[in-house]
Structures are given as C-alpha cells and as structure tokens.
C-alpha cells in the first residue's frame, strides 16, 4: 500500500519526532511524508497500546483519531475471552483491534466499516496476521445487516463523536444508535455486545437497553476504559456486573448482580483500623461500595468517602491496600508529626481541600513511600491516615 521510498524512510526514522520530521518534507521529495508521519506515529502508538501490531512488520496504520480510539490489546482479549461460536459481525470495524481477537473463536467472522481506507488497511493487516477467516465487507452496517446469515454474536462500537466532531457520551446521540437498533440487532444474532465510553451511566444506560444480562466495566492499570453491555433473550431486571481491573501482571475482578447494593447495607468503623483500602477504578465507576463491604467484611470510614478498613487483611481486595501508621487530626502536634515526613503521597476523598490545597498547608513535596489519605470518617471528624502501601494481590 506504499511506495518502496517510503517504506524504506519509516523504517529508518520511526523513532523519531514526528513533529521534526513533517517540517523535513522538502528534504525527501521521493517520500510521501504525510502516510510516512502517520505511519511512524501510529507505530509508536502502538508500541505501548498494541504490542504485538506493533512487532508485526508490514502492519499498516490508520490517522491518529483511528488509533486514539480503537481498543487496546489488553481490552481487547478480555473481550475475546468473553465470546466464541459459529458466526461473529464486528459492525463497527475501525482499525479492527477488536474484531482481530474476537474473531479467533468463530468459524466465520464479518468485519464491516463504512471507510474505504479502513477496510483496505483491515484487508492488509488481516493477511499479515493470518486472519484468513476475516470477511471485509465496506458499507453501512445498518444496511449490511439484512444481507448477513444468522450470527451467534454482534459487536458494536458506536461512534461517540457528531457531526461536527464533538464528543458524545449518550448512547442515542451515538452512531449507530443501538436503543433504535436493539430489537433488530437481536433478531439478527442470538448475543449482542455494546461497547461504549466508561462516562456512560450505567443504570441509564440498562433503563434505555431492553435486553442487557451483563456488564462489563473494564479498567487498565485502575483507568477505566470502557464498558460493555451484553445483551441477549428476555428484558433482566437482575443483570451481573463484573467489574475488571487489569494489571501489568494479573487482573483483579469483583462480580456482583444488579440488585445486591441497594439491598445491602454498608458496614462502618467507628474508628480507622490496621488496614486501609481503596477500591480500584472499575469499582468506583460501577458504585457497588455497600455489597463491597458485606461481602468482604470491610467497614466503610463514610457513606462518601469510599474509603474502607478492617484488623484482619483482606489480601485479593480489588484496589490498593495499606497499612495504618497513625491517624492524624489538624492540631499543631499533629500537623508538626506529618510536616516531619518532608514528603508523601496525598490523596483526598470526601474532604474540603485539593491535594494541591493540603501539600501547602502541611509543607510537604509529593513521593517517597508514605501515603496520605486526607478524609472523613462516619462522625464527621476531619482526618489524616498515614499509611505504608502494601504489594496488591490478584
């Protein structure tokens, strides 16, 4: 799909600014320099994001906003985990990240975009990747629909930017529109899987969605990215979350069904005890902190500070966990134990002051290995946990 001339300058300069390089296009009059800057920026992109796109020579890149957006390789197994059988459609195509993994538990695979340029970069990769499998059909996938044989599963990421590029969270302001599509995407495949933005809201989302069974919320490295919606049969009043952090070297997950929080109550400590936890970024984006603490046995320090304790470790906890070195209040003794530290790690949850706020008052530089969590406990006291971090556990 390039020239020899430019395949041979991104070889020789992909580590390079790219940046640089665009202002250097006069220099090199036989080079395409617009396809070789996105083709450099894409790979290093994908060096960290797709590392093994990234080791697979002659893999052909999209423009930047097609790399922001398609999934990473971790997200993207985790979703092939979840799926397999006949017949798979990926309606939403892109750079085809997802469709790439998914697709290696069907028999037959359809991967449909509605981009010319990205169906041939699709047709390129899929080859170099031996994805033989792979059908790549270029259209609108509404249309395209009618035309496909029975599937077992429907994939689908709907666009989250307008007309006028702006981004859009709301599952009708998306496109394809998967609230209109539902019915007909159902009568098309027995499973339906929805990807969309980690700022949707979740119960809003499951009120608009007529057939969900389960939620995925997904986060790397405790950011959120995405949430998947599955759907398939009859309207569930009592859907299965899963909530999914994954790590560099393991992956903490929490399931729940939708019900249990608000029919669990919180436990809370009257005091902060041995252990300090805070849960990771899919537990905060999915809110299930009362069934957390029932059935892990941890005491919450208040309804809003999300924040939890007990005497006995709790060692899988799906977060970060700490040991207790003291609680702190706002004396002038107390201030003068913490400015002793000369340096820690601050967080604040449900308190009157930012992080940057409480480092000037209490005169201390970011790092080193004590933790600061700056909170308030369930009477309503102001306090400062000092605490030792603790090696997580999957």
Partial sequence: MLDSATIEFIEEHRKDDVRMLALQARKYPSVDMREAVVQIEGWQHACEKLPTWSATKGVVYPPKISMEQCSSEKTAKYKAA??????????????????????????????????????????SNFSLLGLDKAKVLNGNSEELLASLP???????????????????????????????????????????????????????????????????????????????????????????????????????????KQHEDSDFKATYCSEVCKYLYEPNASIQKAGCHNVLSQRLGVDKLHP???????????????????????????????????????????TVRNFPESVQQLRKRLKLSDGGDSYIFATTLADGNKVLVICKKMATQK
Wanted: proline content about 2%; overall charge negative; charged content about 25%.
């Fill in 82 to 123: 979840l799926v397999s059988g006949r017949s798979f459609a990926d309606l939403t195509g892109g750079f085809g990240i997802d469709f790439s993994y998914i697709c290696r538990g069907f028999d037959e695979a359809f991967y449909i975009e509605r981009n010319e340029r990205l169906c041939e970069i699709a047709r």
């Fill in 150 to 256: 029975q599937l077992d599963w429907i994939f689908v990421d709907p666009a989250r930017r307008d007309g006028e590029g702006r981004k859009v969270v709301a599952l009708s302001d998306c496109e394809p529109n998967v609230v209109e599509l539902e019915e007909k995407l159902l009568s098309k495949a027995s499973n339906v899987m929805i990807k969309t933005s980690p700022l949707l809201d979740i119960t809003m989302a499951c009120r608009q969605l007529c057939s969900v069974v389960a939620v995925h919320v997904v986060a790397v490295n405790n950011e959120c990215k995405e949430l998947l919606f599955v759907l398939g049969g009859a309207k569930n009043d009592d859907c299965v979350i899963s909530c999914v952090n994954i790590l560099n070297d393991g992956t903490q997950e929490f399931v729940f």
């Fill in 304 to 346: 809003n500070s999300q924040l939890y304790t007990s005497n006995e470790l709790f060692s899988h906890f799906p977060g970060r966990m700490f040991e207790v070195v003291d609680v702190l209040g706002f004396s002038k003794a107390d201030i003068k134990k913490v400015q002793a530290l000369q340096k820690a790690n601050i």
